[in-house]
Each structure stands twice: as C-alpha cells, then as structure tokens.
C-alpha cells in the first residue's frame, strides 16, 4: 500500500515539474501575433535603458576617481541621459499600445436590510 501512495506522489511530482514544457505555461510571445512582436521591442529597450543607466554609473565612478574632467564628464553624462529619456519614451509609446486601461469600476453600495 505504501509503494503504491510513493508511486502515485512521484508521479504528480513528475507531472507538476514537467507541465510548463508541455502546456507551453509562461510563454511570453506567440509567433506571428502583434503583441509578441511589440514585447520583443520591450524587452530590447528595457535591455537598452539598463546599459545607458550603467554607463551613467560608470561616467559618474570615472569622474570620481579623477579619470575624466568636470567638463567631459557633464558632457558624456548629458549625452547618456538624452538617450536614457529617448529609450524611456519609446518604452512608455509601446506599453501604450500593449496595456489598454481597464474601464473604471465602480462598486455598487448594497442596502443593508434591517
């Protein structure tokens, strides 16, 4: 009796671990539809606005540390930071298109009966 129970806990172990390769659970885009197309240009420019983030970080460590001037610095910086609102406005432009606002809900009060 208690190798059939071990049997039958392994196998939905089994089953439960190997589900999402099989049901496809987690997929993110969907060959030829619009909305994975749009969220492969996401995922880049979100890819994009972490190195233009690190590459501030590594100006603002560089300049610390002596190896670039006041006037090199606010240069490169401000270029970063231009590209960093140029990534972020695409990014914010496509989100636009992908996540519609819901409708706004309104609860309904019910009389209480006394």
Not at 2 to 22: D, H, K, Q, S, Y
Not at 64 to 76: Q, V, Y
Not at 93 to 112: C, S
């Amino acid at each position: 009796m208690t190798i059939v129970m071990a049997l039958g806990i392994a196998m939905a172990v089994a089953a439960f671990v190997a589900a999402p390769f099989f049901l496809g659970v987690g997929e993110t885009t969907r060959a030829g539809s619009d909305d994975g197309q749009v969220s492969l240009e996401i995922q880049d420019l979100l890819l994009e606005k972490e190195t233009v983030y690190a590459a501030i970080q590594e100006l603002d460590f560089d300049w610390k540390s002596g190896k670039l001037s006041a006037e090199d610095h606010r240069a490169a910086r401000q270029r970063q930071e231009e590209r960093a609102a140029t990534v972020l406005q695409q990014i914010d432009a496509l989100q636009g298109v992908v996540e519609k606002p819901a409708p706004p809900h309104r609860a309904r009060r019910k009389k209480q009966r006394g």
